[in-house]
């Protein structure tokens, strides 16, 4: 952490522990495991818009719940945003979020893309994909299910088991395809790889450079941060990596969220409405989608000319986000059950 994230949380942490339960109606406290200082515009067009000041602290997002069960009545913060589902799931499960009945956000954002009870929405999409080595693979695999065929034997990266996104898609999997499919497929995939798991998406694709592996997964903005600007051991070969929308034939790719939610406590729940319905906004949409390359969550809104260069997919709308969070556990159990380390 640099110097000057440091004293923004420092100095946002200070704010908000003045607040306590008397805070001002013309503010709204913010925590977020979204790590991007292109959100302070985000968050200043907010406040232009609207005269509400937003006061935010960062952290990883099973802190941030921990801090919320932990804060209880007493907590300051009005909204909680974090960028997977499962772990909107867990916050949901600790009780320290509340539904907001809102038809700016029902009539914006798709009803996949929301909570059944409207406990959290999505603000964004983030799609996990396969990318592979074009000179040393002819004929890639074209589903998820196909990443566990054993002509593949020692050729994949993938994140460890414990990292969100992989458990989101293997609850994704087992709402599609049921829990015995789901555990034949990580046991495939654990058979597969080509190494331990380690590192972060980056270090997957940088496995297809360096030839330690000729198949990655990993989030597709990963992968496009290597044209947008110099990523060490990835930027290099970036044209010798090609990619596949998975499941073009059926349900369509997976789709991670990046999702918002209105905290159980929230002492401005109307300024913590209004934001939250922000988030839905068109400006909102665009600077999630310029900033970090991600998929908007509200139909109609254009693409990023970086994003936009991997093409016309079709995602997987019959399969409710809900779920990755919902069958977190199996999938965690699973994970242990075959050793996906």
Not at 16 to 27: I, K, P, Q, S, V
Request: aromatic share 8%.
């Amino acid at each position: 952490m640099n110097c000057l994230t440091f004293a923004r949380r420092a100095s946002a942490a200070v704010a908000l522990a003045a607040l306590g339960t008397t805070a001002m109606a013309d503010e709204v406290n913010v925590y977020s495991s979204r790590h991007y200082d292109s959100d302070d515009a985000l968050y200043a067009k907010f406040t232009e818009q609207t005269g509400i000041t937003v006061n935010r602290i960062e952290g990883e997002a099973d802190e941030l719940i921990a801090r919320l069960s932990a804060e209880g009545d007493n907590s300051p913060a009005d909204v909680f945003i974090t960028v997977d589902i499962g772990r909107m799931g867990r916050a949901e499960e600790a009780g320290v979020l509340q539904a907001v009945e809102s038809d700016v956000i029902a009539n914006a954002v798709p009803k996949h893309l929301r909570d059944p009870e409207n406990m959290w929405f999505g603000v964004s999409q983030r799609a996990r994909i396969i990318f592979y080595a074009k000179d040393r693979v002819e004929n890639p695999p074209r589903s998820y299910e196909e990443l566990a065929d054993p002509s593949l034997k020692g050729q994949i990266c993938i994140r460890s088991s414990k990292n969100i996104y992989n458990q989101s898609l293997l609850a994704s999997l087992i709402e599609a395809n049921g829990e015995e499919a789901a555990k034949d497929w990580a046991a495939g995939i654990v058979a597969n790889m080509a190494r331990d798991p380690e590192g972060g998406d980056t270090d997957q694709l940088r496995g297809l450079v360096s030839g330690e592996c000729d198949i990655a997964v990993a989030n597709h903005y990963y992968f496009l941060r290597g044209y947008d600007k110099d990523v060490e051991g990835l930027t290099s070969g970036i044209d010798g990596i090609g990619w596949v929308w998975p499941n073009q034939s059926d349900r369509g790719a997976h789709l991670n969220l990046a999702a918002a939610a209105m905290t159980k406590s929230a002492p401005n729940a109307e300024a913590a409405k209004t934001f939250l319905e922000f988030l839905t906004s068109e400006f909102a949409q665009q600077h999630f989608a310029s900033q970090n390359n991600e998929y908007p969550a509200v139909p109609g809104v254009g693409l990023d000319e970086d994003t936009a260069r991997l093409g016309f997919f079709i995602p997987d709308t019959a399969t409710n986000t809900a779920s990755f969070g919902d069958n977190a556990a199996k999938a965690q159990a699973i994970f242990n059950e075959v050793n996906w380390k």
